[in-house]
């Protein structure tokens, strides 16, 4: 039978500046779901990419001493590398200066204007720069922009339009039918309330005021207005419109769009009205993520407080940097990053309680049985009862949560049950088993902690997939023996033999020394 398809995309990237830890968030996440589903035999498929156009990245390359294209050509070689160091598992890469991408969106463009969609007008409103974006009066936040707060500038110019008014309707009943498309639903009622319910204003698609863009057809000196180029993206990636669709056919709609909670506007009313005109399929959903904030409010350069991925894989290692991130962001509300937190985490929750049970669990098969896992299991007390209810019940709410990408929550459920595994260590008091020589109860709970573990090594897949690996590598056993089929069964082979030196999954950090190193790392 065919594998059912999930198709999953992050928004496609800014090449302004390097990427941040937000960035990197945002793309984790896409790719820890996208793990996910693949555990759960989904035929997977991922897209980021890069939104290449507009006047922004003009300016920065001019700054930078090079033409736009020569610019991007460099950011895109950059990015690449950067989620590759990140072990992130993408499938496609578009780039809205593909040629793929230019002439398909070029038809989409066509076919708004035979449809009647598209029309010719003067375009005046308050602009802001570095969002590319304009603002009417009353979204303006004390005279400034609301996305970032930076000045705005009034201005006038020709510009295509396109009749969005003509889709509001429409885009109420979808919503009326549809209450759960955007989660959390906090994000959708923003929209509704500052955008849909004071009535939808037509969108400006073109530009003339720079001439980094995609040509509008037939009129060469308008250039689009990002908008539409960069969500077109989702679908020009999978080749719609070109002579190969055979993706988009297999693919599409995308069963999830991950964005940040600022742009889920453009996701949530141009992007199913522009769907909705080209006559095609929905997404299935969008969801929202919140931001990560620093003490002193949003990283920026000016102010010092940017934090890059590769400062805390270089130093800390990918799973830790994934581990952290991951579990920081809540659902729905913005996070705060602190060098302390990270520290703390790593200590608490990736060195002492992973980390030890595993080494602990190792020392003693060794200690006891030769490194052989015990199989013949004759004894079952109330202990390993208590157990085997908390593993029932994780695996019940890690796929409840993490089917509704609460990701956080799902690695949250995962660490009760280490914490439950750590408690029935002491519970169990396995060194008081083997001075007693009570061979029968031993091995009943050498076998107990190895299965606990085989376990949190399926769990933790999405989330640390290096470590998950290695937690089945020291135990001695197979990868196909450790799948997700296997998550509720016993599933140790006899013979299975651990190493015989366990080597630490993460090595406990000083406080001081890191949280400093980190802080220092900010300032550069
Ligand atoms: N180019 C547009 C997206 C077009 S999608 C059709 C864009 N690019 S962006 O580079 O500015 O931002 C991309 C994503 O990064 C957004 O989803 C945004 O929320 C995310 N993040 C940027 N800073 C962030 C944090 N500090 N924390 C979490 N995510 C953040 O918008």
Redesign the pocket.
């Known amino acids: 039978m065919d594998k059912k398809k999930f198709y999953i995309t ?7 500046g390097k990427f ?4 990197a ?2 793309t984790c996440l896409t790719d820890c779901i996208k793990r996910y589903k693949t555990l759960r035999g989904y035929d997977a498929y991922m897209l980021t990419g890069l ?1 290449e156009h507009g006047q922004k990245i003009q300016t920065v390359a001019e700054k930078n001493g090079l033409t736009p294209q020569e610019y991007v050509d460099k950011m895109a070689e950059d990015s690449k590398a950067l989620w590759k160091r990140m072990d992130i598992g993408f499938d496609d890469f578009i780039r809205t200066t593909d040629e793929r991408h230019i002439k398909s969106v070029q038809k989409i463009v066509e076919k708004f204007l035979e449809q009647g969609d598209i029309y010719k007008g003067e375009y005046e409103g308050w602009y802001c720069m570095p969002c590319e974006n304009y603002f009417t009066e009353t979204q303006l936040v004390d005279g400034k922009c609301p996305d970032c707060g930076r000045e705005v500038k009034k201005m006038k110019e020709e510009s295509y339009f396109f009749n969005m008014k003509k889709y509001e309707g429409w885009l109420k009943e979808f919503y009326s039918e549809n209450p759960e498309f955007i989660v959390p639903e906090s994000r959708k009622n923003e929209i509704f309330k500052n955008f849909i319910d004071p009535g939808l204003e037509d969108l400006c698609i073109s530009r003339c005021t720079f001439d980094w863009g995609i040509k509008f057809p037939n009129d060469p000196k308008h250039v689009l207005y ?2 539409l180029d ?2 077109t ?2 679908i020009t990636a999978l080749g719609y419109g070109s002579d190969d669709d055979s993706l988009f056919k297999k693919y599409w709609p995308a069963d999830l769009h ?6 889920i506007r ?2 949530g009313i141009y ?1 199913p009205i522009f769907l909705h005109a080209l006559g095609l399929e929905l997404p299935k959903k969008l969801y929202a ?5 620093m003490k002193d409010g ?2 920026s350069k000016s102010v010092g407080n940017v934090v890059y991925p590769e400062v805390l894989i270089n130093r800390y290692g990918l799973d830790a940097t994934k581990y952290y991130l991951l579990r920081l ?1 809540s659902f729905a509300q ?1 996070s705060m990053f602190t060098p302390e937190d990270f520290v703390e985490r790593f200590n608490a929750d990736l060195a002492n309680d992973l980390g030890n049970l595993l080494n602990r669990t190792i020392g003693m098969i060794n200690k006891y049985f030769d490194g052989e896992i015990p199989t013949d299991i004759k004894e079952h007390t109330e202990f390993d009862e208590d157990l085997e209810k908390c593993a029932k019940e994780t695996i019940e709410k890690y796929i409840e949560d993490m089917d509704s990408y609460h990701v956080s929550n799902g690695i949250q459920d995962l660490w009760k049950y280490i914490a439950r595994t750590n408690k029935y260590i002491d519970e169990t008091a396995p060194w008081v088993l083997a001075k007693e020589e009570n061979k029968d109860k031993l091995k009943n709970v050498m076998n107990h902690l190895a299965e606990s573990l085989r376990r949190i090594s399926i769990m933790s897949r999405p989330f640390i997939p290096g470590t998950s690996l290695e937690i089945i590598k020291q135990l001695g056993i197979d990868e196909k023996d450790a799948t997700w089929d296997t998550v509720e069964i016993n599933n140790i082979k006899p013979c299975t033999k651990v190493v015989s030196q366990g080597k630490p999954l993460f090595v406990r950090l000083d406080k001081e020394v890191e949280t400093e190193y980190i802080r220092e790392s900010m300032k550069k």
Do not use: Q, R
């Open positions: 992050t928004p496609i990237y800014y090449p302004s941040h830890i937000g960035t968030y945002c939104d990002v908008w960069a969500l993206n989702y991950v964005v940040g909670k600022e742009i453009f996701h992007w993520h919140s931001w990560i904030v949003k990283m962001m913005d």
